[in-house]
């Protein structure tokens, strides 16, 4: 199995552009997870998905972030205006089932907005 | 407020030798708590999982403990390796309807030859 997969690894952008985030859970895991990294605030859960619906969002920082699941093996997330304070590893994550399930990162995209 | 705090910091340790991590936390109710591991430009790799009512899980040279009555937990690692440098994140979940985690900032472990 290729694990989850995020892209792009590295995202440079200016300040008042969109930016889109992807990933792709492990096949047959039911849970998907977006988290930000940085080193003030450390590791934060943003939202999560079960089946491809949004289960809770209360970790979205702004109106500007939002997150969507089409289908089962890929979601996305989006910074519509993005703002220096932005700046941060952004890991998705999935697992089988929830309480007590192990969850299994990607590898992140650096997002660095200038 | 629900709370993790982890110390220390920042550890240096030599190669070989053991070391301990801790985690307090002050989120209740509880439901579980992890230990992950973190490589420097990596997503974090869980280590354990432990409910309410295991004291001790191991998995090979880590070994992690719990004590709910006082809501501490440490990560133990034996005989340490280079490959061990890393942060390593405990992690709060409580009970309730959605999965309610709360972090620690993390211990940044460098084990030196």
């Known amino acids: 199995d290729a694990g989850v997969i995020q892209s792009p690894r590295h995202e440079v952008t200016e300040m008042g552009q969109e930016v889109t985030l992807r990933c792709k859970p492990i096949?047959?895991?039911?849970?998907l997870f977006w988290y930000r990294q940085t080193m003030m605030r450390g590791l934060e859960l943003l939202i999560y998905?079960?089946?491809?619906?949004?289960?809770?969002d209360s970790g979205m920082p702004e109106d500007r972030f939002s997150a969507k699941m089409p289908n089962a093996s890929f979601s996305t997330l989006k910074i519509q205006p993005s703002e220096p304070r932005d700046s941060a590893v952004y890991f998705c994550?999935?697992?089988?089932?929830?309480?007590?399930?192990?969850?299994?990162f990607g590898p992140g995209t650096r997002l660095t907005v200038t | 407020k629900n709370q993790v705090e982890q110390s220390p910091q920042s550890l240096i340790i030599l190669e070989g030798k053991n070391c301990t991590l801790q985690?307090?936390?002050?989120?209740?109710?509880?439901?579980?708590l992890r230990w992950y591991k973190q490589d420097t430009g990596r997503g974090p790799v869980s280590l354990t999982i432990?409910?309410?009512?295991?004291n001790t899980k191991s998995n090979g040279r880590y070994t992690a403990t719990l004590d709910a009555d006082t809501k501490q937990s440490s990560l133990h690692i034996t005989a340490s390796q280079l490959s061990d440098s890393a942060s390593y994140i405990c992690?709060?979940?409580?009970?309730?309807?959605?999965?309610?985690?709360?972090f620690g900032k993390g211990t940044k472990l460098t084990v030196n030859p």
């Open positions: 432990m409910t309410f009512s295991e």
């Open positions: 096949s047959g895991h039911d849970y």
């Open positions: 998905f079960n089946n491809n619906v949004p289960i809770d």
């Open positions: 992690v709060v979940r409580g009970q309730g309807g959605s999965e309610k985690l709360v």
């Open positions: 985690c307090n936390y002050t989120v209740s109710p509880f439901s579980n």
């Open positions: 994550a999935s697992s089988l089932g929830l309480a007590g399930a192990r969850q299994y």
